[in-house]
């Protein structure tokens, strides 16, 4: 790691680390979502939105140290880049969940629960990740992995749509369903985003 003659602001290590175990609430929340039935699902969807708003806290907090700092421990960019991506795992999760509530979904296509399993694993990862920005060690497994998943989540993706479209449902119901899964899919890429920025700051950082 590349040495310093200054002093590093390091609250930011501590403000990544609690939007990250914030995601990971959301995580629980989908897989919580995917036992409940339809009496259940407004009230996980107003714990959702409340996560979502506790990520816009963390988010807003981040870009108000940045702001406030004249020494960060890695480029400004970054630092907004991986808070960005951050929240936009929040805003896709519970984007998600509201949608289902929205359209009384009777009943979410096989394969959703793939695609949260997926997305739940990630939220791990990251979690577990974050804390060591204050080092730069054990991430290179991170983002190899997060990658992977990323791909894993394409796949299924793919095969939902398949299913969707196999005359199985009508048009409106596909057009509610496909919605579901697409948001769903825009998390496992922001998990992607994230594990890249993370990358990237290694990189420089080394």
């Known amino acids: 790691m590349r040495f310093r003659l200054t002093p590093r602001e390091t609250s930011f290590y501590d403000m990544f680390a609690a939007s990250a175990d914030n995601i990971v609430t959301g995580s629980k929340l989908l897989m919580e979502l995917l036992g409940a039935d339809s009496s259940a699902r407004a009230e996980i969807a107003e714990r959702m939105r409340a996560a979502e708003h506790a990520g816009d806290d963390a988010t807003h ?4 140290q940045l702001n406030s700092s004249f020494i960060t421990p890695f480029d400004r960019e970054d630092i907004y880049s ?4 951050l929240d936009d795992i929040m805003d896709f999760m519970e984007e ?5 509530v929205l359209y009384n979904v009777e009943e979410l296509p096989k394969g959703v629960e793939q695609q949260i399993e997926v997305l739940a694993r990630a939220a791990e990862l990251t979690a577990e990740a974050m804390p060591n ?3 730069m060690d054990n991430l290179t497994e991170y ?8 791909n894993q989540a394409d796949q299924i993706h793919r095969k939902l749509l398949a299913h969707l479209f196999n005359g199985k449902y009508d048009a409106i119901e596909v057009l509610k369903l496909k919605q579901i899964v697409d948001v769903l899919e825009e998390a496992a890429d922001a998990f992607e985003h994230v594990a890249n920025t993370v990358e990237t700051i290694a990189v420089k950082e080394s």
């Open 61 to 64: 907090a981040i870009f108000h």
């Open 82 to 85: 991986l808070a960005g991506s």
């Open 96 to 100: 998600a969940v509201d949608l289902v």
């Open 133 to 135: 920005l204050r080092t």
């Open 143 to 150: 983002w190899i992995e997060v990658n992977r998943l990323e």
